[in-house]
């Protein structure tokens, strides 16, 4: 049976960010995992980026308890990926930081940068905070708050 892998990264409210997560989702295919990625659930439903994020935000934590481990993906963690994460803490779920040029050195492709938008409005960006774990401060990330 394969291992099960959340997929740790923020919302995709524009093309390309659905892009990156379509690379993150292929490295762990291409890895070997079962990914678990809610974050298709976004093409799914017709509604403003609060309620998406809402959703997603509740189906997260119903999918986190299944999975072997969580991978985080992006520059940089949201607020919501820092409660997904603090989840995790607490049920001694396994965490792992996926490096850009690991995807690169694996898939041969390279990250996505825009804020061409999937709904129609631009990304302003979702809030973010600065965050600490129980566990110490995620190394390799970029937090902005």
């Given at each position: 049976?394969?291992?099960?892998?959340?997929?740790?990264?923020?919302?995709?409210?524009?093309?390309?960010?659905?892009?990156?997560?379509?690379?993150?989702?292929?490295?762990?295919?291409?890895?070997?995992?079962?990914?678990?990625?809610?974050?298709?659930?976004?093409?799914?439903?017709?509604?403003?980026?609060?309620?998406?994020?809402?959703?997603?935000?509740?189906?997260?934590?119903?999918?986190?308890?299944?999975?072997?481990?969580?991978?985080?993906f992006g520059e940089f963690i949201t607020e919501a990926m820092s409660e997904e994460l603090k989840?995790?803490?607490?049920?001694?779920?396994?965490?792992?930081?996926?490096?850009?040029?690991?995807?690169?050195?694996?898939?041969?492709?390279?990250?996505?940068?825009?804020?061409?938008?999937?709904?129609?409005?631009?990304?302003?960006?979702?809030?973010?905070?600065?965050?600490?774990?129980?566990?110490?401060?995620?190394?390799?990330?970029?937090?902005?708050?």
């Amino acid at each position: 049976m394969k291992k099960k892998v959340y997929i740790c990264a923020p919302l995709p409210f524009t093309e390309d960010d659905m892009t990156q997560i379509k690379r993150y989702t292929a490295y762990a295919l291409a890895c070997g995992t079962a990914p678990v990625v809610p974050h298709f659930y976004v093409l799914c439903l017709q509604v403003s980026k609060q309620k998406v994020q809402e959703t997603v935000h509740s189906v997260s934590k119903s999918l986190l308890w299944y999975c072997d481990e969580v991978w985080v993906f992006g520059e940089f963690i949201t607020e919501a990926m820092s409660e997904e994460l603090k989840f995790c803490k607490t049920m001694n779920i396994r965490t792992r930081r996926i490096r850009e040029k690991e995807i690169r050195k694996l898939l041969g492709t390279k990250s996505i940068k825009s804020s061409r938008s999937i709904n129609g409005d631009a990304r302003a960006g979702i809030p973010l905070s600065p965050i600490d774990f129980c566990c110490g401060r995620v190394q390799g990330i970029i937090i902005r708050g």
